[in-house]
């Protein structure tokens, strides 16, 4: 009995694995983490193109303030071009030598500002502080006290003087965000024509090192960020510049999350985006290991029926048995003194055997039917559904194509068939 059902168990159990097996469904890739808003930038960025040769300034350029330092050529570090293929390289940061003037005036205009004289003297304190500062190689701390002085005059040079500051902080946006301010009422306000062609030269400069994003979003009170910072309340968008390179987009309202870490975006170029929220249930998807959902409710339900054949098997054999038994019992009472002889009755011993066998086949299909069983209880719980998250992106993405395709072609010249095929 025990070795009939170890056999059968055995048996039964490998087969339908096996079977099952022969088809699996490929396992789906969890869908990769993308970075959290405040993890740090990614460093690798392409190539930006070869700064444009600028002229040099010119050292007999006449300066519109006594005491003013002549003024250096903004240069940026050439980048070669990124082999195809290859990975982005970092655009080299832009540097310049320029120093400003220890005694730099501002000119007043009406034009951008007439400030009251206790203004003029705060920014001019903070300003020139700012440019001890900046030709000491303190740029951080130049930076600083240039934008207090912007606090008590808001003045075109002091904008040049920060967006120098900046450039060698290597901060191209805020190095854009500057110099615009500086030029937008011409050369006047900066006293020298050098630093409006030069602040010309600088944005083309950065431009390289740039690209924009516009971001939207339509689901009221939904917080969206940019790399971390939270830039707009839904509904709205929001467009900036921003450096060339990858940025994550996340969007979060209570119950509802979106987070989208954008391709590489190349100097120039517009990355706009509409961050659509789903639920965690929206973005959660089933999957079983194998496509056959049928298999292991079948092998249990041959398992079933095996051990109903084998059950019948059994009541046979107990029939033949009491066949049997009666049997003996006439023997014995027609017999001589010397009792019923088994072997000398062939009738009786086919009864007997005929029982022992059935007995036999009736316990090896009950060793059948429980591996059967046991092993389709098994296929169900390994088959059964397993949830993952999906990226929001992947819900509008568009069907898969198939793999392969067959076409008709027919012509006067030619009638056939195309096969075209993806992998």
């Not at 960025?45 to 303030?65: E, F, N, R, V």
Request: some cysteine; charged content about 20%.
């Amino acid at each position: 009995m025990i070795k009939a059902l170890a056999v059968g168990l055995g048996l039964v159990l490998g087969a339908g694995v096996v079977h099952a097996q022969t088809k699996r469904t490929p396992k789906r890739k969890a869908p990769a983490t993308a970075p959290k808003p405040a993890d740090p930038q990614p460093a690798a960025t392409p190539a930006a193109p070869d700064a444009p040769a600028l002229p040099p300034a010119s050292p007999a350029a006449p300066s519109a303030t006594p005491g003013a330092a002549p003024t250096a050529t903004p240069s940026a570090t050439p980048t070669a071009p990124a082999a195809p293929g290859s990975k982005p390289v970092k655009p080299a940061p832009m540097k310049t030598d320029e120093k400003a003037a220890a005694n730099e005036a501002l000119q007043r205009h009406a034009a951008y500002k007439n400030v009251a004289k206790a203004d003029e003297e705060c920014a001019l304190a903070a300003f020139h502080a700012g440019i001890d500062l900046y030709n000491n190689g303190l740029f951080l701390q130049s930076v600083q006290r240039y934008r207090e002085a912007l606090k008590c005059w808001d003045h075109p040079g002091i904008h040049y003087n920060l967006a120098l500051a900046l450039i060698n902080l290597d901060q191209p946006v805020g190095v854009y965000e500057q110099l615009n301010e500086s030029i937008k009422f011409g050369p006047e306000p900066l006293t020298n024509q050098d630093k409006f062609d030069h602040a010309k030269e600088y944005l083309k400069l950065v431009a390289g090192q740039l690209a924009d994003i516009e971001v939207s979003c339509d689901k009221p009170g939904a917080k969206v960020a940019v790399d971390g910072k939270e830039v707009f309340v839904a509904p709205g968008s929001y467009k900036a510049k921003v450096r060339v390179g990858k940025h994550t987009f996340y969007g979060d309202k209570e119950g509802y999350n979106a987070r989208v870490t954008a391709p590489f975006i190349g100097p120039g170029e517009t990355f706009r985006i509409e961050l659509k929220l789903y639920t965690a249930e929206e973005l959660t998807r089933y999957h079983r290991r194998w496509d056959r959902t049928w298999m292991p409710y079948t092998v249990i339900g041959v398992g079933a029926l095996v051990g109903i054949v084998g059950g019948i098997f059994e009541l046979s054999a107990s029939s033949s048995f009491s066949d049997y038994d009666s049997g003996v019992a006439r023997c014995n009472t027609t017999s001589t003194s010397t009792g019923c002889l088994v072997k000398d009755h062939p009738e009786l011993v086919e009864m007997r055997d005929s029982g022992n066998s059935k007995r036999t086949i009736g316990y090896i299909g009950y060793g059948i039917a429980g591996a059967a069983v046991l092993t389709g209880a098994v296929l169900a719980v390994l088959n059964r559904q397993q949830p993952y998250q999906i990226k929001p992106e992947e819900i509008e993405a568009p069907p898969p194509q198939p793999a392969v395709s067959i076409a008709p072609i027919v012509s006067p010249e030619l009638t056939g068939a195309m096969v075209q095929g993806h992998f």
